[in-house]
């Protein structure tokens, strides 16, 4: 008696086909660039955002050491490089190589240096950049080079205003209405108007000490 067989015929493995495979790459790799360009415009804001931050941190000091030095000037006038003539207190009045110089008072001394703590400082505007510069004696000598430092950069205008005894604005210090001899008054107040590359226009008015 013949036992019963039955035959199925051949048995197929089930799996991806070629083409199937290479859609399935395709897509991952359009996946993967994806994530990598996001990746990176996180990372270039990031940077973009540090560098900005940076450039306040900069503007803000800055601006912090000019008010400093304009809100504590001394009405100490200072002698002239060649010794001739003496410099007054305050003077902006258009027709220097600097647009601005101040014998200023409270210069810190934190390591106890022996010097004074009054300081003649001086602004000058050149190719875009506000320098700040200053000398180690208020008297200066022929020769000796001022100490200078870069406060800002892409400095488009720079002007000061000086508010005399009367309330009223002056472009220039000495005021006009001073005269007779030596000019001792300084102004009540001085205003500050910045035009900056990165960040537009910036005024401050500063109240003078004393």
């Known amino acids: 008696m013949n036992q019963g067989f039955t035959h199925t015929g051949p048995q197929f493995l089930k799996g991806f086909t070629l083409l199937e495979l290479l859609v399935a790459m395709a897509i991952f790799a359009l996946v993967g660039a994806l994530?990598?360009?996001?990746?990176?415009?996180?990372?270039?804001?990031?940077?973009?955002?540090?560098?900005?931050i940076e450039e306040l941190s900069r503007l803000q000091r800055g601006i912090r050491i000019l008010t400093g030095d304009l809100s504590q000037p001394h009405p100490r006038y200072v002698r002239e490089i060649l010794g001739q003539s003496?410099?007054?207190?305050?003077?902006?009045?258009?027709?220097?190589?600097?647009?601005?110089?101040?014998?200023?008072?409270?210069?810190?001394?934190?390591?106890?240096?022996?010097?004074?703590?009054?300081?003649?400082?001086?602004?000058?505007?050149?190719?875009?950049?506000?320098?700040?510069e200053y000398w180690p004696s208020l008297d200066r000598v022929l020769g000796t080079e001022p100490r200078s430092e870069v406060l800002l950069e892409g400095v488009i205008e720079l002007e000061f205003g000086f508010m005399d005894s009367s309330?009223?604005?002056?472009?220039?210090?000495?005021?006009?209405?001073?005269?007779?001899?030596?000019?001792?008054?300084?102004?009540?107040?001085?205003?500050?108007?910045?035009?900056?590359?990165?960040?537009?226009?910036?005024?401050?008015v500063v109240e003078v000490a004393g």
Request: hydrophobic share 35%.
């Open 35 to 52: 994530g990598f360009g996001g990746l990176n415009a996180v990372i270039t804001q990031q940077q973009i955002a540090s560098q900005r």
């Open 86 to 132: 003496f410099e007054g207190p305050l003077v902006a009045d258009g027709l220097r190589d600097y647009e601005l110089s101040i014998t200023r008072a409270g210069w810190r001394n934190p390591v106890g240096t022996p010097r004074g703590e009054l300081q003649r400082v001086q602004y000058r505007l050149e190719d875009g950049e506000l320098i700040r």
């Open 167 to 204: 309330g009223k604005w002056q472009q220039r210090w000495p005021s006009p209405n001073q005269s007779g001899g030596l000019p001792t008054a300084l102004p009540r107040a001085i205003r500050i108007r910045l035009e900056l590359e990165a960040w537009g226009e910036i005024q401050r």
